[in-house]
């Protein structure tokens, strides 16, 4: 049972450079979310797709984009990194966004901006 | 603003003992209170949840207890072991919409054997 899978795990970036991570689940989920983990502020969701075809912003959305490439595959863009992005991502997945459904998590990308 | 206010950030407790980390919502809309834990290198795993139609719930060592009107909740981890240390988040969900689940700002439980 892979779950949710992330690549890459780690990555170490220059300002400016752009990059793209990479989400896949293989459970069916219809929701899909980012969200970026920093000490002392817990999670914070960056963008989220209720369903394929579809996404919104969440909390934290400012410099990053998205794309909902089907129904397994949520990808996070960051176009110009800037070192405020250095930070752990987390996707995650669940059948459908509401109450009830706990989300699935991938084990996230570590990222540095230097 | 947090949407769900947890504390405290660190908590140490030795083999056996209690843990007990607490979390606070203003929103009444909520109606779904997930835990979370969540070893290093990780991602948030779900622990337990609670409904806010029951004051408690209990699975193994965990139990969740639920205030209502104080809009607080709170988990207990009994005999604590030292394979419980991570950190735990809890969290908050809304009926409606796909967006709607808020996280505490986490505590790192280390227990000592």
């Known amino acids: 049972n892979a779950g949710v899978t992330q690549t890459p795990k780690f990555q170490v970036l220059k300002t400016g450079q752009s990059m793209t991570l990479q989400c896949a689940q293989d459970?069916?989920?219809?929701?899909m979310y980012w969200y970026r983990q920093d000490p002392g502020m817990g999670l914070r969701l960056i963008y989220y797709s209720a369903s394929e075809g579809t996404t919104d912003k969440g909390e934290v959305p400012n410099g990053y984009n998205v794309s909902r490439l089907n129904k397994r595959e949520f990808s996070l863009r960051l176009e110009s990194a800037a070192p405020s992005q250095t930070s752990v991502y987390f996707c995650?997945?669940?059948?459908?966004?509401?109450?009830?459904?706990?989300?699935?998590f991938g084990d996230g990308t570590r990222l540095s901006i230097l | 603003q947090q949407q769900v206010k947890q504390s405290p950030q660190s908590l140490i407790v030795q083999k056996g003992g209690i843990s007990i980390i607490n979390c606070a919502y203003e929103?009444?809309?909520?109606?779904?209170f997930p835990w979370y834990q969540q070893f290093p290198g990780k991602g948030p795993a779900l622990l337990i949840a609670i409904r806010p139609d029951v004051s408690e719930k209990k699975e193994g060592r965990f139990t969740i207890s639920f205030n209502k009107s104080a809009k607080q909740f709170s988990l207990h981890i009994m005999d604590s072991q030292p394979g419980d240390s991570a950190t735990y988040f809890c969290a908050a969900e809304g009926r409606r919409g796909a967006n709607n689940l808020f996280f505490g700002t986490g505590t790192r439980l280390t227990v000592i054997p």
């Open positions: 995650a997945s669940r059948p459908w966004g509401g109450s009830n459904q706990p989300q699935h």
């Open positions: 459970m069916n989920h219809n929701s």
């Open positions: 929103n009444t809309a909520f109606d779904y």
